[in-house]
């Protein structure tokens, strides 16, 4: 990238730069410029009108509950809450007395309305075979499965069962009977090891193991049933491993069942029971400060009031959308923005199971121009590798069909924003750059792409309803431009419920750094005009590729290796990752490998311990 700086105009497109010209070196716009939301994108938008959004937003700070109440109305229940808001810090219940369920709320009440023939899912293969599903067919695979996970392996509210599925409309199904039948799911992704499988099974005490014989990933078979197989004498918990054999590997397993063989015979058609607002829908992992990954728990009623509201706002979603997140299921932004955000509102979905560059650098912009995506939402380092490939691999494609992007995970750099913006976006469609957690269960600060205008590198202003802030050690307000922590501090509907078995871990990491308020981890300040600026983690958790990696449990992975005397791991700057992982090593005076051989040795093992995650590490 040329440092020279040289003068931008943006002329002729819908989009008015805040000040017409700037400077920028390349894509990197070095000025603070802002673009306002276009008249055109205003006009047809859910909020597009800026007083009314301003009122809105001033009401919704200092009434978060009446805000939440009236966003309720996204989700149908079967029964009404007494109260919206029991908070004892740090436990909140919303909608309490309600009662709903997450899988009606994403199918049988768009078939009622007559979608039942509307496409739920697009699914992309990484060797250019695609399948449409429609909501009825994902209706009646959601009511079989669940049929036979109660009447066959004797399933009830209240167990939990591991879905480690690779990327396709079942492993969706999996997710949606789960929720159906009121069982906890806990979503394992697939780039797991073993002992990673075998950890949180047994955190979760999981009754039952939904899998896939084999998954697809840059032209290579990744073995799922063989991960599982291998630690399945060590979950005691599990009767039963379902799998959905897609190339037909004979299962000899005394717990495996076959998944075609068993929805066969089922009923398509299930009766949704009503679960309690408060129910426990999913627990999903994720790293903290400790070795150990957390299971963060979340709620059934508050986590679809939280996701429906956003994902319908933020991403100005209309019935013909075609929506593609490019996150795994395996992560918090598959859960809210490929699964239940997107299915609440009867959208259309992308899913595409492969690697992003594979088999060639443009495979993105043409899965955009066959599928006609209309939003896509991913992360930074994927936009940060795609620049890297070049812009010729674009070029060749139309990408009419986008309306709106959006960006999660990490720090957007500005300069990266702009080639989103401009490249990809051709100067047309808004930016979404939306901050937020596994544990905030949905996007938390990001534009209103109606009415707010975005600023490259800002996840710009708390959504309705979300009181953030940022204070210094005192836990004191800072001032404009003064670098402090940020922390929300009015409770909000799809909050984290606790961390799974571990209360005081909960209380810990979450509410003890600044008493009443909820401490993110992150880093930030905000500008003279309130716009938030992320500058990212300040524990020992390190954001690689948009995926958060404890440090200690890298260091935990690195001394369980018999070599190994001492390790300490910390984070780099990357340009492509935001970070990277680089690990120091003490070996064992005895050892007697050579250095080069360790430390291939010891990748080897820590994707061993963990996972296809920590990518290449360099050592000293
Ligand atoms: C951490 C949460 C929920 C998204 C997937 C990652 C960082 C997330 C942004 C953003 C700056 C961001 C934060 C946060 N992060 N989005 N738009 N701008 N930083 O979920 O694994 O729970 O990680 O990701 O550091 O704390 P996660």
Same mark, same amino acid.
């Given at each position: 990238m040329g440092s020279l700086p040289v003068v931008l105009r943006i002329i002729g497109n819908s989009w008015k730069p805040f000040k017409e010209t700037y400077v920028c070196n390349r894509y990197g716009a070095l000025r603070n410029p802002a673009f306002e939301p276009s008249r055109a994108f205003a006009a047809e938008?859910?909020?597009?009108n800026k007083l009314e959004y301003d009122l809105l937003w001033k009401q919704a700070q200092q009434d978060p509950i009446a805000f939440w109440e009236d966003a309720a109305r996204n989700i149908t229940w079967f029964s009404k809450w007494k109260k919206t808001l029991v908070w004892k810090e740090p436990y909140a219940q919303w909608f309490v007395g309600a009662t709903t369920n997450a899988a009606y709320n994403c199918l049988d009440r768009h078939l009622k309305q007559? !979608?039942?023939?509307?496409?739920a899912i697009l699914w992309e293969g990484e060797d250019g075979s695609s399948t449409e599903t429609s909501y009825e067919s994902l209706f009646e695979q959601v009511c079989q499965l669940a049929n036979a996970l109660e009447h066959k392996m004797g399933l009830k509210a209240g167990d939990t069962a591991a879905i480690y599925m690779p990327l396709i409309p079942e492993a969706i199904v999996a997710m949606l009977a789960c929720a159906r039948i009121g069982v906890t799911h806990s979503v394992i992704f697939a780039g797991f090891s073993g002992n990673a499988i075998k950890d949180r099974v047994n955190d979760a005490e999981s009754k039952v193991i939904l899998t896939a014989d084999v998954g697809y990933r840059r032209g290579q078979e990744v073995e799922l049933l063989k991960t599982v197989d291998s630690v399945i004498d060590q979950m005691?918990?599990?009767s039963h491993v379902v799998v959905l054999r897609r190339k037909g590997t004979t299962l000899l397993g005394p717990k495996h069942l076959d998944w075609k063989d068993l929805l066969?015979?089922?009923?398509?058609n299930h009766f949704a029971q009503p679960f309690d @607002?408060?129910?426990?829908l999913f627990l999903l992992y994720t790293s903290g400060t400790t070795g150990k990954p957390k299971g963060i728990v979340h709620s059934t009623g508050g986590y679809l009031v939280g996701v429906s509201a956003t994902a319908k706002w933020i991403f100005d979603l209309k019935p013909n959308d075609r929506f593609w997140?490019?996150?795994?299921?395996?992560w918090i932004t598959g859960h809210s923005y490929v699964v239940y955000g997107l299915l609440a509102h009867a959208t259309t979905i992308v899913l595409y199971e492969g690697a992003?560059?594979?088999?060639? %650098?443009?495979r993105f912009w043409e899965i955009i121009d066959k599928h006609r995506v209309s939003i896509l939402y991913t992360a930074p380092t994927a936009i940060r590798a795609f620049m890297r490939a070049g812009n010729e691999h674009l070029q060749?494609?139309?990408? &009419? &069909?986008?309306r709106l992007l959006g960006s999660v995970g990490e720090p957007i750099n500005p300069e990266a924003w702009m080639w989103y913006h401009q490249e990809?976006?051709? &100067?047309?469609c808004p930016i979404v750059d939306t901050w937020w957690q596994t544990e905030t269960g949905?996007? !938390?600060? &990001?534009?209103l792409p109606g009415v707010i205008a975005t600023k490259p590198g800002s996840a710009t202003k708390p959504f309705l309803g979300i009181v953030a802030d940022i204070v210094n050690e005192q836990g004191e307000s800072c001032a404009s431009n003064e670098g402090g922590y940020l922390v929300i501090k009015h409770p909000w509907?799809?909050? !984290?419920?606790?961390?799974f078995k571990n209360p005081e871990r909960y209380q810990e990491s979450?509410?003890?750094?600044?008493?009443?308020m909820y401490f993110t981890g992150d880093g930030a300040h905000r500008d003279d005009k309130g716009y938030f600026w992320i500058k990212g983690r300040v524990d020992d958790v390190i954001n690689v590729s948009g995926h958060r990696l404890g440090t200690m449990e890298v260091e935990s992975a690195l001394v369980?290796?018999?070599?190994? @005397?001492e390790a300490a791991v910390v984070g780099k700057q990357d340009p492509v990752k935001g970070q990277a992982l680089v690990a120091f090593v003490t070996p064992k005076l005895e050892q007697k490998i050579a250095v080069k051989a360790l430390i291939q040795e010891l990748k080897d093992h820590v994707v061993r311990e963990?996972?296809? !995650? %920590?990518g290449p590490m360099r050592s000293s």
């Open positions: 938008a859910h909020i597009g007559g !979608l039942g023939k509307k496409t005691p918990s599990v066969k015979d089922q009923s398509k @607002a408060e129910h426990p997140c490019t996150a795994d299921i395996g992003p560059m594979h088999p060639h %650098p443009g060749k494609y139309q990408l &009419s &069909s986008l990809v976006g051709k &100067s047309r949905c996007i !938390l600060i &990001s534009p509907p799809s909050m !984290l419920r606790g961390i979450y509410w003890s750094r600044f008493p009443g369980s290796h018999p070599a190994v @005397a963990i996972g296809r !995650l %920590p």
